[in-house]
């Protein structure tokens, strides 16, 4: 079919998150019959964002910058860190503007499945940076899932120093959800975490 690089392009691209070998095929396609609209300048793009971006060496996020734009932001609340698995977590916090304070990218869960251990993850930045001082609070925004609970308590009793308020982010009835429609752990979650009114 079209020789090695149309085959190589579809491989490639097959293996992206969300593409299948046939969505793969149709992305290829589009680009292939567009290569200066679209071909060339995502080329470029990939490799000025291979060359730019890493890893910011205070917080895991992903930035052209190291310190990373949001930990250089004066504006921001350096005393509230927000601990989530990975960049993705990150970005959507900052879609939902959720979060006025840093973060902190673990890279990871605690996972016996997988084989992730403490050391497997990034952490040291951040005891460093709780014990330098000024950090009165860490929200732990991880999943709700067994990985995501036992890396929060196991992270919890770890960075536990006086003066410092560990929170997790609350598990509940989603904005818009019905309660009928709720599976029974997260029906459980939103109850055990019931606050008062008001
Ligand atoms: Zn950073």
Redesign the pocket.
């Known amino acids: 079919m079209g020789g090695p690089e149309i085959e190589r392009l579809i491989g490639l691209l097959a293996r992206l998150p969300g593409l299948g070998p046939r969505s793969a095929r149709r992305a290829a396609l589009k680009l292939l019959q567009q290569p200066h609209a679209r071909m060339l300048p995502l080329a470029t793009a990939l490799a000025e964002a291979a060359a730019a971006v890493r890893p910011?060496h205070?917080?895991g996020?992903l930035?052209s910058q190291d310190?990373?734009g949001?930990?250089t932001d004066p504006v921001r609340e350096q005393s509230s860190i927000c601990v989530v698995e990975g960049v993705g977590d990150l970005w959507a916090l900052e879609r939902a503007a959720a979060h006025q304070g840093i973060y902190h990218v673990l890279g990871g869960t605690l996972s016996p499945m997988t084989g992730t251990g403490p050391e497997d993850l990034n952490l040291r930045p951040l005891q460093e940076r709780i014990e330098a001082g000024g950090v009165t609070e860490i929200i732990l925004a991880l999943g709700a899932t067994v990985e995501g609970a036992t890396t929060a308590h196991w992270l919890s009793d770890r960075l536990q120093q006086p003066g410092l308020v560990i929170t997790r982010v609350a598990q509940g009835v989603p904005i818009g959800g019905a309660i009928d429609l709720l599976d029974d752990g997260t029906l459980g979650a939103a109850l055990r975490a019931r606050r008062p009114l008001g």
Do not use: V
Request: charged residues 10%; aromatic residues 0%.
């Open positions: 910011c205070l917080c996020n930035d310190p990373c949001i930990c």
